[in-house]
């Protein structure tokens, strides 16, 4: 059984909807669905009545449901005092930030921070994006930093959640170059020789925003998947051994385009995204924070936000759409 299982359980509970649960759970709802029969296999007996709307538990379930908000009760007291521990020390800020971003933004964007604001210990938390995304509406981050595209939009609603837009950068096709200085590999290719094409793993972030740019570009692009991966460093490795075309954030190839090392592929479409930075709203109690277990107040990690947002411009409304 696992942990997870009980907070989509306790998610369950709260909205009596499977749909909506999920989009907060930031999972399909046949994923959702799956998890929640699991949970009843690890059980041994139905905790949903699915035969009625909104959704109700049986009494099997609603026995489970005690225990499972005392379980996480404990977990997370366990973990507040934790931090207790940690920030009695020091004052910490945590960031959960997707792969890509910890690489690139991240620690230019810290340096920066250091010279406008003060010096400030922080702690990196490098997740899938949906991980990333989880630890923040779990409560189990200060800030979250992450790519944002309409195309690709992330659900944290301006009801419970600030934003800021810190920059935006273009993700667009690179190639390792030939001697002369022209690219190895040149879109579009053609149909009878596709170009080796360094993608991204099904279901991740970068992945879908490849599939949209592809898709609205105005000529077919003639592609052979070679190589996935779920984060951009290991695709600008195997670009940089000429192993293929990788669509990679600008921030990820810049020094490498400076220096010759990488060139764009031929006329390539690219796409622009911003890089947003999120928190939790002051007073509003993380989704799933089912015992009132607040993490430690770091007043750091507030004087860095309003820091921030002294110092960048308005920001719109996040989307609340998955």
Request: some cysteine; charged content about 20%.
């Amino acid at each position: 059984m696992e942990t997870k299982w009980l907070e989509d359980f306790v998610s369950l509970a709260q909205t009596r909807s499977f749909s909506r649960s999920a989009q907060l759970r930031h999972v399909t709802q046949p994923a959702f669905s799956r998890r929640i029969q699991a949970l009843e296999a690890w059980a041994g007996t139905d905790l949903v009545d699915r035969s009625s709307y909104p959704t109700r538990l049986t009494p099997a379930g609603k026995t489970l449901l005690d225990q499972a908000v005392d379980m996480l009760q404990a977990l997370q007291a366990t973990r507040a005092m934790l931090r207790t521990h940690q920030a009695s020390a020091q004052d910490v800020i945590d960031f959960a930030v997707p792969h890509t971003l910890a690489f690139t933004f991240f620690p230019s964007w810290v340096s920066r921070l250091v010279k406008e604001f003060r010096s400030f210990n922080s702690r990196l938390i490098a997740l899938n994006v949906h991980d990333a995304v989880m630890r923040m509406t779990e409560g189990s981050c200060d800030l979250l930093l992450i790519y944002h595209h309409p195309s690709q939009p992330v659900a944290l609603g301006v009801d419970r959640y600030d934003m800021l837009v810190l920059g935006s950068e273009a993700l667009y096709a690179v190639s390792k170059p030939k001697p002369d200085g022209t690219p190895m590999y040149s879109l579009p290719g053609h149909s009878k020789k596709p170009l080796p094409y360094l993608a991204y793993s099904a279901g991740a972030y970068l992945a879908r925003a490849v599939d949209h740019l592809l898709k609205q570009s105005s000529e077919v692009s003639h592609l052979e998947r070679v190589y996935e991966t779920d984060m951009a460093e290991g695709l600008k490795a195997m670009a940089l051994e000429g192993h293929g075309i990788a669509f990679l954030p600008e921030s990820a190839v810049r020094k490498d385009m400076e220096a010759g090392r990488l060139v764009s592929a031929g006329q390539t479409p690219s796409l622009t995204m911003e890089i947003r930075l999120y928190r939790q709203k002051p007073g509003v109690e993380a989704i799933l924070d089912v015992a009132g277990v607040n993490d430690v107040d770091k007043g750091l990690a507030r004087s860095l936000w309003r820091h921030l947002a002294s110092s960048v411009p308005s920001s719109p409304a996040p989307s609340t759409t998955t």
